[in-house]
């Protein structure tokens, strides 16, 4: 089974930084671009960080509002260290979690989720940013058309995977519900149809209605 790699869905016309960029040079990057985040490389073109729109409104959070009434809620160290930074490597959320170009979109997503982040700075074998992928760019494998997923049901999971006789088993997928109906030889087939039907790109959900071939007319179960 063919799965997209995040070096498929990663755009690889990254906008960086350096340490050394002020405050105002990172808004500008951001406006200019249309995105809310952007990776800070070292000389070797190697992410150290992120400074996201949430790293720059520290600034804003840290002062009176027109009234003159202080924060309500007391900065940590980390959150009142960048509120007063001017450069990128003040501003940023170090040290960069990163993927690789051949992870899965699952890996990426396990990555952003374990790590509360938004994006993912992209690298090669040695470390260097090749593209970046955000949550947008993961849910695109939901725009997967129907009639793909169900080819890939069929033929790959089902035939050659699982070696289950072509028509044995009816795959019905509508916007990315995928529903299993037929016979299989064993009942352990069952959970592992449903498994491999869950990892195909594209699909939302699996329903089974699948059941065991009942046994021959003379009571010999089928092997």
Avoid: Y
Wanted: hydrophobic content about 40%.
């Amino acid at each position: 089974m063919l799965h997209q790699m995040v070096g498929d869905l990663m755009t690889t016309a990254v906008v960086s930084v350096r340490r050394n960029t002020g405050f105002k040079d990172i808004v500008q990057h951001l406006a200019e671009h249309s995105i809310t985040a952007v990776p800070v490389v070292d000389d070797q073109c190697r992410p150290i960080g992120v400074v996201s729109e949430a790293d720059l409104l520290r600034k804003q959070e840290s002062q009176a509002d027109p009234g003159g009434h202080l924060p309500t809620a007391q900065l940590l160290p980390v959150e009142r260290a960048k509120a007063h930074a001017l450069t990128a490597e003040g501003l940023m959320t170090s040290p960069a979690v990163t993927a690789r170009p051949q992870w899965s979109v699952v890996e990426a997503a396990r990555a952003m989720a374990l790590h509360h982040v938004k994006r993912l700075p992209v690298v090669d074998d040695v470390g260097r940013l090749v593209g970046i992928v955000s949550r947008g760019d993961l849910l695109h494998v939901f725009l997967r058309r129907d009639p793909a997923i169900r080819e890939e049901i069929t033929t790959d999971v089902l035939t050659r995977t699982l070696g289950l006789a072509p028509g044995a088993v009816t795959v019905q997928v509508t916007d990315g519900r995928v529903t299993l109906s037929g016979t299989v030889p064993q009942d352990s087939l069952i959970p592992i149809a449903l498994r491999l039907s869950e990892s195909v790109d594209g699909v939302v959900d699996v329903t089974s209605h699948l059941r065991t071939e009942p046994d021959d007319p003379a009571g010999t179960p089928r092997q």
